[in-house]
């Protein structure tokens, strides 16, 4: 028994190293009128077929200074969230409401400050090593209480950061802005509307940055990696084993 616990350790260790992956929310159900306590609907009519992000902004009546804005100043990335087939992001979407509040902010900020406060409210599609996540809605992200979401897009690329949702006492918000009761489906995506701009966001810790190297990037890294544990793990238990047997 005592023999085997290299062996053990080595597969223990390699679970941690993956444990920081974004795996622990539960599934979100993406079913038409899915809600969660605090009556947050999720809108998917038709399974969102044939809808891209701009569509359903567009649709939503009060996201007009969003728009205007990645037109002004990312007018290929809003030619591609215009796209149905290419809407598997996640857009955290504030109203004009919440943009007005913070009109004096963001007067004063660069065209690359901009970019970046736009990158915070797109996030690509959520994957594991495995594949990808069903469609993020109010119901996953409940059950994962507390999700780190990834901003580099290859669209908006001024941001490669990470924002945090959270629900505490049924109420959801995503980086502390309230996300509000309706969200919608996209063709492969979704869409939720928040209460408050999105000014700064925190970097990626040197953790994420070797996840998502080791597991999404370059995958195969992993597995050298693993191998030569696991192989580590042998030489090591081969030579104990080999002590045992020497007579005494």
Known sequence: MTARRPLALAIA???????????????????????????????????????????????????????????????????????????????WAPTDAAFAEIGETLSSLSEDEITDVLGYHVTPPRRTPEGPYPIVTPRFLADGGEVVHQTRTGILTGSDQRVRTRVDDGVLTVEDAVILPTSWCTQTGSVFSIGAVILDASPPSLVERVVYVVFFRYPWVALVGLGAVVAGAIVLLRKRRRGFDQPK
Do not use: M, N, W
């Open 13 to 91: 260790a390699f679970g941690l190293l993956i444990s920081p992956l974004p795996a622990s929310a539960a599934q979100g159900d993406g079913l038409p009128g899915a809600s969660i306590p605090g009556d947050y609907a999720f809108i998917c009519e038709d399974g969102g077929l044939g809808l891209s992000i701009v569509d359903v902004l567009q649709v939503s009546g009060d996201h007009g200074t969003f728009l205007r804005l990645l037109g002004e100043h990312d007018p290929e990335g809003l030619a591609i969230l215009a796209d149905p087939e290419l809407a598997d992001k996640t857009v």
